[in-house]
C-alpha cells in the first residue's frame, strides 16, 4: 500500500506571495492532518480535514487554510508569504478522526523557503 | 493548552547499548494517548510506541519499551541493544481523550548512535 505522498518536496517563494501545498493520504484514510516543523517552535498542528471539513484548527493565523477533496487528498495554502513560513510542512492521515489510538501516518514533507 | 517537554536536545548512546530518553507532561485529563515518533533525518516520521494513560502496563515494541509515570506525568523511552539505525530525532507526542487528530509534540531529542 503506498504511503502518505506530498508534492511538492521543496519550493522556494519570496515574501508576498501565496503557496499550494498537497498531500494525498494513504488509500482508505479519511483524516488529514497537517503540521509545521520549525527549529524554532518545533512540531506545531496547523488543521485536520476529515470528510471534506475541517474538524480542528490549531493557533495560526487566518493566511493559513486548507480544503479537502472528496477523494481525501487534502491542499493547504498560504497566502501572503512571510520570512517566518519558511518550514517543513507535514501531513499526516490516519482512518479515522475521533479514535484516541488512531496512529498517523506522516509523508516527507514539504520544505518551503521564502526569500 | 498541553505541554510536552523534552528537556534533552542531544543524546548519543553505543552501539549495542541501552539509552533512555526523557518526556514530562502537562495535563489536567485523566484518560489520554501517548506517543513516541522517530523522525530519521530527511525521512518520514513513523510511530515507535504508543501509550494509553488508562492502561497501567508500560507498552512495548520489540527493542523499544517506555516508562510511564501517570502521577508525575513522565513517559520515557527505553531503546535498548541501540543500532546504527536508531540514529534520529526523536518526538514525544500527547494526544487527548477525544481522539482529535491534532497531537502536541515536544521539541525532540537528537540521538547518535556511535559504532
Known amino acids: 500500500k503506498a504511503g502518505v505522498t506530498q508534492t511538492p518536496r521543496y519550493l522556494i517563494k519570496t515574501r508576498g506571495q501565496q503557496v499550494t501545498l498537497s498531500c494525498s493520504p494513504i488509500?482508505?484514510?479519511?483524516?488529514v492532518s497537517w503540521y509545521q516543523q520549525t527549529p524554532g517552535q518545533g512540531l506545531q498542528f496547523l488543521f485536520e480535514?476529515?470528510?471534506?471539513?475541517?474538524?480542528n484548527k490549531g493557533n495560526f493565523p487566518g493566511r493559513f487554510s486548507g480544503r479537502q477533496f472528496s477523494n481525501s487528498r487534502s491542499e493547504m495554502n498560504v497566502s501572503t508569504l512571510e520570512l517566518g513560513d519558511s518550514a517543513l510542512y507535514l501531513c499526516a492521515s490516519s482512518l479515522a478522526t475521533g479514535v484516541p489510538g488512531n496512529e498517523q501516518f506522516f509523508g516527507p514533507g514539504t520544505r518551503l523557503t521564502v526569500l | 493548552a498541553q505541554t510536552v517537554t523534552q528537556s534533552q536536545p542531544e543524546m548519543s548512546v553505543q552501539e549495542a547499548e541501552t539509552v533512555t530518553l526523557s518526556c514530562t507532561y502537562d495535563?489536567?485529563?485523566?484518560?489520554?494517548?501517548l506517543f513516541w515518533y522517530k523522525q530519521p533525518p530527511s525521512r518520514q516520521m513513523i510511530l515507535v510506541i504508543r501509550?494509553?494513560?488508562?492502561?497501567?502496563q508500560n507498552a512495548t515494541e520489540n527493542r523499544f519499551s517506555v516508562n510511564f509515570q501517570k502521577a508525575a506525568k513522565s513517559f520515557s523511552l527505553k531503546i535498548s541493544d541501540s543500532q546504527l539505525g536508531d540514529a534520529a530525532m526523536y518526538f514525544c507526542a500527547y494526544r487527548d481523550q477525544t481522539g482529535a487528530n491534532n497531537l502536541f509534540f515536544g521539541t525532540g531529542t537528537r540521538l547518535t548512535v556511535i559504532p
Open positions: 488509500s482508505g484514510h479519511r483524516s
Open positions: 495535563t489536567s485529563e485523566s484518560d489520554y494517548y
Open positions: 480535514y476529515f470528510s471534506e471539513t475541517q474538524r
Open positions: 501509550q494509553e494513560a488508562y492502561k497501567q
